[in-house]
């Protein structure tokens, strides 16, 4: 009935990528998350918001195949140092902030923990202020400051 660059259709690919991710079938999730996000910039444009989701998940997945490297560069293409979220969702836009957040996973893995600090910081500001203090995504936000600053040593600042 749908295509394959039918919206209902890129969502279903993205969910059957996201539950190979949870298995650990990390080449087969690229595989359908690349899929997806070939669809998205086709049909919906390299600005959408759908389309930056699923950049985000292509790096989500090289990072869970210790990709570092490969999945910083989709970050930070996404972000290209945040400017294309911002301009297009706005700085505290909850994409943006996942956005933020993911590049801050990867930076941290790298064993990049200045910089990761910051973009955790910067996270969990816009997150306190958008969804509240009490958000489940803000206190993760929060846990995960707080292990990025202990790695450095820098206990009293959590």
């Keep these: 009935i749908h295509g394959p660059d039918h919206p ?21 999730s690229e595989k359908m998350h690349r899929l997806a996000l070939e669809g998205c ?15 985000t998940n292509v790096a989500r997945v090289l990072q869970s ?13 996404i ?3 945040l400017e294309p979220c911002e301009d297009i969702l706005g700085p ?15 930076l941290q893995s790298q064993g990049r923990y200045d910089e990761s600090e910051k973009m955790y910081r910067r996270s969990l500001e816009g997150r306190d202020e958008i969804l509240g203090p009490d958000h489940p995504n803000t206190l993760s936000s929060v846990k995960i400051l707080a292990t ?3 790695l450095q040593g820098k206990r009293g600042d959590s």
């Excluded at 890129?10 to 650990?24: F, I, M, N, W």
């Excluded at 910039?41 to 950049?55: A, F, M, N």
Aim: glycine content about 12%; overall charge negative; hydrophobic content about 30%.
């Design 8 to 28: 209902d259709t890129l969502t279903s690919v993205e969910g059957l990528a996201g539950a190979l991710l949870d298995q650990g079938k990390y080449d087969e």
């Design 79 to 81: 972000n290209n140092t």
């Design 65 to 77: 195949k210790g990709k570092y490297d490969e999945s910083e560069k989709m970050h930070r293409l």
């Design 92 to 106: 505290d836009h909850p994409i943006t902030l996942t956005s933020v957040n993911n590049l801050a996973g990867v």
């Design 41 to 55: 910039e086709r049909i919906l444009g390299p600005g959408h918001p759908g389309t930056l989701k699923s950049v």
């Design 148 to 150: 990025v600053v202990r």
